[in-house]
């Protein structure tokens, strides 16, 4: 995947603070890429992920959130973004207004995308919409198998 960077009027983390794909290494990283519209599409999936409650030293878990994908007012979304830190306090709320990894990575807009990346940084599985019960268990079988 090319190496996508947010930060200032282009996004960031909820901080404020960089963050690019250069840090999806070391760990086994589920990135979700996610139109506020469409936030509980793959619900199942989180809860998932979250029940495993995989080794956080191998395992991250990050959410881009699609600024640009909705009408909703971003102090809307900004207090949206600060519960649900709250409910995953370890994964990483990244925020992209200009819609960067559609254009970069070939994401689908208007949807929520989740995309399996192993240690090194390659993808290794990737849900454009809403994952299936067979491809949830496929997902969590390679990050087993990964971490």
Excluded at 32 to 53: G, I, Q, T
Excluded at 94 to 122: A, E, M, P, Q
Aim: no cysteine; charged share 30%.
């Amino acid at each position: 995947m090319p190496l996508v960077t947010l930060e200032k009027e282009a996004g960031g983390r909820l901080d404020g603070s960089l963050w690019s794909s250069s840090e999806l290494v070391n760990k086994v990283h589920v990135l979700f890429y996610v139109d506020p519209d469409e936030k509980d599409l793959n619900e199942p999936l989180s809860e998932r992920l979250k029940a495993e409650n995989f080794d956080r030293a191998n395992y991250q878990s990050i959410a881009v959130i699609n600024m640009a994908a909705t009408w909703l007012p971003n102090f809307a979304l900004e207090s949206s973004l600060k519960s649900k830190q709250e409910k995953y306090p370890d994964t990483t709320y990244v925020k992209d207004f200009d819609k960067l990894l559609v254009k970069k990575w070939s994401l689908k807009d208007d949807s929520n995308n989740v995309i399996l990346f192993d240690k090194k940084g390659n993808v290794l599985y990737k849900i454009m919409g809403a994952a299936s019960a067979e491809q949830i268990e496929e997902f969590i079988g390679l990050i087993k198998k990964n971490l």
